[in-house]
């Protein structure tokens, strides 16, 4: 089934409303309780045209992507658009599209507090999660306090269950690709979580291998496992990614085994503040490192890929900073920028075929 | 703070700076040519020597602060209020970078930022600070090392991001004002966060300062502010005045009190003797472009090194810029500081800041200034650096005719990295857009 007739049979055959989000950190669950399936906008396989005429050509092509997207009419079945307030990029065009476009889709904001996080950041983030609810209350009626409980720890189970696989990854047991690995990971940007919760079990299930010591372990961070031709790249070379700083993955993933409070509230705040660090949200350089060397040593890697979005500020002003703290640990890295939908250049193949050679 | 640094400081400040400062304009009196009138503007501000002088010491004075005073490098944007109640020596990185791009020094020390791994896509106020921080580069003489980097992200999440780099360089403290973004009206859910913070951020700012806030000091830092902004707003407002005073070019350099001195004596004495001068200008009919035809706004930050240059091209055409929503942005808010009740009011006045502000509310304000002031034009600068005032500014252009009937022109440049400024292509537009005018 395409994901636009997954889209559609969720609407006809359960009556759920269908949400476009931008990146990144958003409280699907809340989503999930009103009987909202949220669909994660972050590489929509557009050619960039429309969105030309808005946005500067300084503006990374995830928002590119994403503007061009809506401008398209590809998107004008959706209930709303939710913008989490990510970048600088997300915000200003989340106004845009709010205030001058006139798309006719309800848009919905989510602010998150910025770290260093302190008691204010905590009660304000409550208020947020509660502000975002009685929103969509106000338009589909309340949700059912039973059910929002329901759903997070239906969160927190597909976290576990994410673990899981990103243990067995790290691992090296998983019998898949790079690129099956990260399009199974991805579903969860689109799939009901009864269904993407069933895809993980069943990912689960497939056959073990052996461990291969002698294969080339690396660490991704970034925003995004994209574009294609990149993870395509590191499996022709035999490279296995062990585990990923990425804002759409691990970023937003629970620390396994995740803590119930048995408060729905209380556990998605709980869950906000336990998530990995991240450069869109203002974390520290000594938490970032701290995060991506402790995925080094599980992972027994051998190096970092930073691959960047052009353009894209909060990863690249602290990308100087994390590659020297690796150096300085005598772990190999390599930065790379790239657009989201493009293929890979020449010089970017050969730059990573130098770089596994080198870490090889 | 060591009693030799205080003393230190205290010399240069009673003493020293005076001194150095008089015997610089001796020489420079003694040196200069006569220099001859230029006939496209009219008579220069006088008060531009006290700027410069008052500009000078500041930049001076900052050299011997180690020790004598805690150093804070702050945001143009964050609640500067809280660390004068202290005593804090505040500098201003977006100030200086503005300083280095006029002397068109960005590109020279933005590279030893980039040799260090930052990307040449990142703000280039940021890329100045960082590349002055690793290799001393400024025509600032010197900055003190920072004690404590205080920032507020209502102009962009970029500065935080910017200020982390920065806190992790010094190993000082980073206290953030978290303001959140305004996509509709502010709620009173923001501000109690905001107000929050201004509670929580005393203590770790106390710590660092090794003295305790005084309440009553601060409110008398809040008067400053907020009568300072008072007056950078009349001082604006002369400029609706038909020819007007002064052009938006002036405006650019003096608004360097309003941003770093903010919530001094120096900064609200400055402008009222700016003020007084433009209301005389005004009343006498002195125009600062003799001659004015066509009255223009420019949106976002100024092209630093180029302001001469364009001050004389639009001059030249008879066009004078007489509002813009830059210079705006230190008036239209900080005078709702108000001392009975400074904690929730200070939200307000620093959440409601333009670049944290939605679209909706720019293109109000911008079709209300373009009332005002009797607008012709819009000139847009597309600040390479700055996301935040550069994303939508195609849309404004757009409905800014639809509206208006406006006439617009878009340049693709940046605040101080003259390598993103395309001359021929900026001319190319210039000319386009004069003919549109007609001038
Ligand atoms: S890629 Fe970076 S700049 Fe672009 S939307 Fe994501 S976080 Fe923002
Ligand atoms: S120029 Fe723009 S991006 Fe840079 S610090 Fe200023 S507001 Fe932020």
Same mark, same amino acid.
């Given at each position: 089934?395409?994901?636009?007739?997954?889209?559609?049979?969720?609407?006809?055959?359960?009556?759920?409303?269908?949400?476009?989000?931008?990146?990144?950190?958003?409280?699907?669950?809340?989503?999930?309780?009103?009987?909202?399936?949220?669909?994660?906008?972050?590489?929509?396989?557009?050619?960039?045209?429309?969105?030309?005429?808005?946005?500067?050509?300084?503006? @990374?092509?995830?928002?590119?992507?994403?503007?061009?997207?809506?401008?398209?009419?590809?998107?004008?079945?959706?209930?709303?658009?939710?913008?989490?307030?990510? @970048?600088?990029?997300?915000?200003?065009?989340?106004?845009?599209?709010?205030?001058?476009?006139?798309?006719?889709?309800? @848009?919905?904001?989510?602010?998150?507090?910025?770290?260093?996080?302190?008691?204010?950041?905590?009660?304000?983030?409550?208020?947020?999660?509660?502000?975002?609810?009685?929103?969509?209350?106000?338009?589909?009626?309340?949700?059912?306090?039973?059910?929002?409980?329901?759903?997070?720890?239906?969160?927190?189970?597909?976290?576990?269950?994410?673990?899981?696989?990103?243990?067995?990854?790290?691992?090296?047991?998983?019998?898949?690709?790079?690129?099956?690995?990260?399009?199974?990971?991805?579903?969860?940007?689109?799939?009901?979580?009864?269904?993407?919760?069933?895809?993980?079990?069943?990912?689960?299930?497939?056959?073990?291998?052996?461990?291969?010591?002698?294969?080339?372990?690396?660490?991704?961070?970034?925003?995004?496992?994209?574009?294609?031709?990149?993870?395509?790249?590191?499996?022709?070379?035999?490279?296995?990614?062990?585990?990923?700083?990425?804002?759409? @993955?691990?970023?937003?993933?629970?620390?396994?085994?995740?803590?119930?409070?048995?408060?729905?509230?209380?556990?998605?705040?709980?869950?906000?503040?336990?998530?990995?660090? /991240?450069?869109?949200?203002?974390?520290?350089?000594?938490?970032?490192?701290?995060?991506?060397?402790?995925?080094?040593?599980?992972?027994?890697?051998?190096?970092?890929?930073?691959?960047?979005?052009?353009? /894209?500020?909060?990863?690249?002003?602290?990308?100087?900073?994390?590659?020297?703290?690796?150096?300085?640990?005598?772990?190999?890295?390599?930065?790379?920028?790239?657009?989201?939908?493009?293929?890979?250049?020449?010089?970017?193949?050969?730059?990573?075929?130098?770089?596994?050679?080198?870490?090889? | 703070?060591?009693?030799?640094?205080?003393?230190?400081?205290?010399?240069?400040?009673?003493?020293?700076?005076?001194?150095?400062?008089?015997?610089?304009?001796?020489?420079?009196?003694?040196?200069?040519?006569?220099?001859?009138?230029?006939?496209?503007?009219?008579?220069?501000?006088?008060?531009?020597?006290?700027?410069?002088?008052?500009?000078?010491?500041?930049?001076?004075?900052?050299?011997? +602060?180690?020790?004598?005073?805690?150093?804070?490098?702050?945001?143009?944007?964050?609640?500067?209020?809280?660390?004068?109640?202290?005593?804090?020596?505040?500098?201003?990185?977006?100030?200086?970078?503005?300083?280095?791009?006029?002397?068109?020094?960005?590109?020279?020390?933005?590279?030893?930022?980039?040799?260090?791994?930052?990307?040449?896509?990142?703000?280039?106020?940021?890329?100045?600070?960082?590349?002055?921080?690793?290799?001393?580069?400024?025509?600032?003489?010197?900055?003190?090392?920072?004690?404590?980097?205080?920032?507020?992200?209502?102009?962009?999440?970029?500065?935080?991001?910017?200020?982390?780099?920065?806190?992790?360089?010094?190993?000082?403290?980073?206290?953030?004002?978290?303001?959140?973004?305004?996509?509709?009206?502010?709620?009173?859910?923001?501000?109690?966060?905001?107000? +929050?913070?201004?509670?929580?951020?005393?203590?770790?700012?106390?710590?660092?300062?090794?003295?305790?806030?005084?309440?009553?000091?601060?409110?008398? #830092?809040?008067?400053?502010?907020?009568?300072? +902004?008072?007056?950078?707003?009349?001082?604006?407002?002369?400029?609706?005045?038909?020819?007007?005073?002064?052009?938006?070019?002036?405006?650019?350099?003096?608004?360097?009190?309003?941003?770093?001195?903010?919530?001094?004596?120096?900064?609200?004495?400055?402008?009222?003797?700016?003020?007084?001068?433009?209301?005389?200008?005004?009343?006498?009919?002195?125009?600062?472009?003799?001659?004015?035809?066509?009255?223009?706004?420019?949106?976002?930050?100024?092209?630093?090194?180029?302001?001469?240059?364009?001050?004389?091209?639009?001059?030249?055409?008879?066009?004078?810029?007489?509002? +813009?929503?830059?210079?705006?942005?230190?008036?239209?808010?900080?005078?709702?500081?108000?001392? &009975?009740?400074?904690?929730?009011?200070?939200?307000?006045?620093?959440?409601? #800041?333009?670049?944290?502000?939605?679209?909706?509310?720019?293109?109000?304000?911008?079709?209300?200034?373009?009332?005002?002031?009797? #607008?012709?034009?819009?000139?847009?600068? &597309?600040?390479? &650096?700055?996301?935040?005032? &550069?994303?939508?500014?195609?849309?404004?252009?757009?409905?800014?005719?639809?509206?208006?009937?406006?006439?617009?022109?878009?340049?693709?440049?940046?605040?101080?990295?003259?390598?993103?400024?395309?001359?021929?292509?900026?001319?190319?537009?210039?000319?386009?857009?004069?003919?549109?005018?007609?001038?």
């Amino acid at each position: 089934m395409t994901r636009k007739e997954y889209l559609l049979t969720q609407i006809q055959d359960f009556g759920r409303r269908i949400f476009g989000v931008f990146p990144a950190q958003y409280p699907r669950e809340i989503l999930w309780a009103h009987n909202i399936l949220p669909v994660e906008i972050w590489d929509p396989p557009l050619a960039l045209e429309s969105a030309k005429s808005h946005l500067q050509p300084y503006i @990374c092509s995830v928002v590119q992507g994403g503007l061009e997207l809506l401008l398209s009419g590809k998107a004008a079945f959706l209930d709303g658009l939710l913008f989490p307030h990510t @970048c600088d990029s997300i915000q200003n065009a989340a106004s845009l599209v709010n205030d001058y476009l006139s798309l006719n889709i309800p @848009c919905y904001f989510f602010q998150h507090p910025r770290a260093p996080y302190r008691e204010s950041s905590r009660k304000y983030y409550l208020a947020q999660l509660k502000a975002l609810d009685s929103a969509l209350g106000k338009i589909y009626g309340p949700a059912d306090p039973g059910e929002l409980a329901e759903r997070v720890a239906q969160g927190q189970n597909i976290s576990d269950l994410l673990q899981k696989i990103y243990g067995l990854r790290e691992k090296g047991r998983l019998a898949s690709s790079n690129l099956d690995f990260y399009e199974t990971v991805r579903q969860g940007e689109y799939l009901w979580p009864d269904d993407f919760g069933s895809k993980l079990e069943s990912f689960l299930d497939l056959p073990r291998k052996d461990a291969e010591p002698d294969r080339i372990r690396i660490i991704l961070s970034g925003v995004l496992p994209a574009p294609r031709g990149l993870l395509g790249l590191l499996d022709d070379l035999g490279v296995g990614i062990t585990g990923d700083d990425l804002l759409s @993955c691990s970023r937003r993933l629970l620390p396994s085994p995740t803590f119930q409070i048995n408060d729905p509230w209380a556990d998605l705040g709980q869950d906000y503040f336990s998530l990995p660090p /991240c450069s869109t949200k203002n974390s520290s350089i000594g938490d970032r490192l701290r995060y991506l060397l402790r995925l080094i040593k599980k992972g027994r890697a051998k190096g970092v890929l930073f691959n960047t979005v052009k353009f /894209c500020e909060p990863e690249l002003f602290d990308l100087p900073n994390l590659r020297a703290g690796l150096r300085e640990r005598g772990i190999p890295s390599l930065a790379v920028e790239t657009e989201v939908g493009e293929p890979l250049s020449g010089a970017l193949k050969t730059r990573v075929e130098a770089f596994v050679e080198m870490i090889g | 703070m060591s009693l030799p640094a205080k003393l230190r400081y205290g010399f240069m400040k009673d003493y020293g700076a005076p001194w150095l400062l008089s015997l610089r304009d001796r020489r420079r009196a003694a040196m200069r040519k006569p220099r001859r009138a230029n006939p496209l503007f009219g008579p220069p501000l006088k008060c531009s020597g006290r700027l410069k002088e008052i500009m000078t010491r500041h930049y001076l004075l900052a050299r011997f +602060a180690s020790g004598a005073k805690p150093v804070a490098w702050v945001s143009s944007g964050a609640p500067v209020e809280l660390l004068r109640a202290l005593d804090f020596y505040t500098v201003y990185p977006e100030n200086h970078g503005a300083l280095c791009g006029a002397q068109r020094m960005g590109p020279e020390i933005c590279a030893a930022a980039e040799e260090r791994g930052y990307n040449q896509d990142l703000c280039s106020y940021a890329r100045i600070d960082l590349g002055h921080a690793f290799s001393g580069r400024t025509p600032a003489g010197s900055l003190p090392r920072p004690d404590v980097l205080f920032c507020s992200n209502n102009i962009c999440q970029t500065v935080m991001y910017w200020y982390k780099e920065l806190a992790h360089l010094w190993g000082a403290p980073l206290v953030l004002f978290d303001t959140p973004f305004n996509f509709g009206e502010v709620s009173e859910g923001d501000i109690s966060y905001m107000k +929050a913070q201004t509670k929580e951020i005393i203590p770790q700012l106390e710590k660092i300062a090794g003295r305790e806030f005084s309440e009553s000091r601060f409110q008398k #830092v809040v008067d400053l502010s907020q009568e300072s +902004a008072g007056l950078w707003g009349r001082i604006l407002e002369t400029l609706k005045t038909r020819p007007a005073p002064a052009t938006i070019f002036d405006a650019f350099v003096h608004l360097a009190p309003i941003v770093s001195l903010r919530g001094l004596p120096v900064a609200l004495d400055y402008y009222a003797i700016l003020l007084k001068e433009l209301e005389e200008r005004a009343a006498q009919g002195i125009a600062a472009v003799p001659g004015e035809k066509k009255r223009l706004m420019w949106d976002n930050i100024a092209i630093w090194y180029k302001i001469r240059d364009f001050a004389e091209l639009f001059a030249a055409r008879g066009c004078n810029f007489v509002a +813009a929503t830059y210079t705006n942005a230190w008036a239209e808010t900080i005078h709702l500081l108000d001392r &009975s009740k400074p904690w929730e009011s200070m939200a307000r006045a620093y959440s409601l #800041v333009i670049l944290n502000n939605n679209l909706r509310h720019r293109l109000r304000l911008m079709t209300a200034m373009a009332r005002e002031y009797g #607008v012709d034009g819009l000139v847009i600068h &597309s600040a390479r &650096s700055c996301k935040p005032y &550069s994303v939508g500014q195609y849309d404004i252009k757009r409905l800014m005719m639809d509206r208006l009937g406006l006439p617009s022109v878009v340049i693709e440049a940046d605040i101080t990295d003259f390598r993103n400024f395309s001359e021929e292509q900026a001319r190319t537009r210039l000319e386009a857009f004069f003919e549109g005018l007609g001038v």
